[in-house]
């Protein structure tokens, strides 16, 4: 018998850095990694004056977001289906074996030159994500401890977002220093062999719901999930923890696209996104570690009001690096205060039995969101917006999510108590 397939339950955790946890932690660290490298690198090649600039027109770095977002969308509603079927940890193994012949791939079209190579594998590494997602956020409670979610959310991002700084920072200069980007590729591999590594180090878990029926259209699915959180703080969660995502496409999606009209380098481009990310880390580490065992909802309001008056400040002063980094770095630290209590809330109030069913739902509304926003920045483009203007676009989003938490304050409060 397949050893992975040998299964037992993990008894409730006594402390947060079990093996399971530090086994889930690294492969996640290699993956996100690896992600990045690739997008950074396409949102670089795809813009003025690069590689493949003239081939996804002006809105290009738009197209690269919405190819990262649409896979999750096709493929999120089976992943979340596995997720309960079978053992996540064997889930996150077969993750991690598929990414070693993606990358050969990716290596080959980076080689040749050749953008739809590079760009097929781009799609295949967003398709074995949208695998990797529900049964990673669904085994955080049971590698982690049910009162240690907040920590262990805030850990997982702290370190991935380090993780993402230095591959976003790294994939900028890996593509000026090797032959259009080969360099990325060549990095791409000792990461999904560590990644693969991280993997086997957590423990056997059990299926949640081995007897499941198979839904082979997971799209009602979705909508049916969705509607069984009405009710309760778990709805008002995900519609926000989903729509702050349709915010930051647009912010990510943009920032490359000011390197020509800011005078910049592929390099200064590269550290634009670093900040961001590197503010999202920091933020997510210093809320978790404030939440301690317990969910703070009371940080979201204050995090979107920060989101707020940064979009705000980006789409109004005039652009120069230095402005741009602080303001996005602050930015970034606003999210983390946001996105943590979220995060947390979808582990803390899904049942058991459906959790990676519900956790793949609220990431397939925040993916159709993601996707939405990459369509809709290619559309504001297309009409002649100033990509600066697309700032004021974010800032308005948030004013939105502001009032809306701040006439119904009470939206997000729960009792642990009625949770299991």
């Not at 086994?23 to 990045?36: F, R």
């Not at 695998?131 to 982690?144: Q, W």
């Not at 977002?161 to 220093?177: E, Q, R, Y």
């Not at 809320?287 to 301690?292: Q, R, Y």
Request: charged share 10%; hydrophobic share 55%; glycine share 12%.
């Amino acid at each position: 018998m397949d050893p992975m397939s040998q299964q037992r339950r993990v008894a409730e955790p006594t402390r947060l850095w079990t093996r399971g946890f530090t086994g889930l932690m690294i492969s996640q660290i290699a993956g996100a990694m690896n992600d990045n490298l690739l997008k950074g690198a396409l949102l670089i090649l795809v813009v003025a004056p690069n590689l493949w600039e003239d081939v996804l027109g002006p809105a290009s770095t738009g197209w690269v977001s919405f190819a990262l977002t649409f896979p999750f969308i096709v493929f999120l509603g089976y992943a979340g289906q596995l997720a309960d079927r079978c053992s996540k940890r064997t889930m996150v193994v077969w993750v991690r074996l598929f990414e070693l012949p993606i990358v050969l791939l990716i290596v080959v079209g980076l080689w040749l030159d050749s953008f739809p190579l590079t760009f097929a594998g781009f799609l295949l590494i967003a398709t074995q994500s949208a695998f990797f997602n529900p049964a990673k956020y669904g085994m955080i409670r049971e590698v982690a401890g049910t009162h240690r979610l907040s920590n262990a959310n805030g850990l997982i991002v702290l370190f991935t977002m380090v993780a993402i700084i230095g591959a976003t920072g790294a994939s900028g200069f890996l593509v000026d220093g090797g032959k259009n980007g080969l360099l990325v590729g060549l990095v791409m591999i000792p990461g999904a062999f560590i990644g693969l590594l991280g993997a086997l180090l957590i423990p056997a878990l059990d299926p949640a719901d081995i007897e499941r029926r198979w839904e082979w259209n997971p799209f009602g699915r979705y909508w049916a999930d969705l509607s069984a959180m009405r009710g309760g703080p778990l709805y008002p969660a995900v519609w926000a923890w989903s729509f702050f995502y349709f915010i930051s496409i647009l912010v990510i999606t943009v920032i490359p696209q000011l390197q020509d009209q800011m005078g910049g380098t592929t390099q200064d481009t590269s550290l634009m996104l670093g900040a961001i990310t590197l503010g999202v880390g920091i933020g997510c580490g210093v809320a978790g570690w404030c939440s301690g065992r317990s969910i703070r909802v009371g940080m979201v309001p204050w995090g979107i009001a920060g989101l707020f008056v940064s979009w705000l400040l980006l789409g109004l002063l005039p652009l120069d690096f230095i402005t741009m980094v602080i303001v996005l770095l602050g930015g970034g630290v606003s999210a983390g205060f946001f996105i943590i209590p979220l995060q947390a809330m979808q582990q803390r109030l899904s049942p058991p039995q459906k959790r990676g069913r519900y956790i793949a739902s609220a990431n397939a509304l925040c993916y159709v969101l993601m996707s939405l926003a990459a369509l809709v920045f290619i559309g504001l483009i297309h009409l002649g917006m100033e990509p600066q203007h697309v700032f004021l676009v974010c800032s308005g989003c948030s004013l939105i999510m502001l009032v809306a938490f701040l006439a119904r304050p009470g939206a997000l409060r729960f009792d642990e108590a009625d949770y299991i």
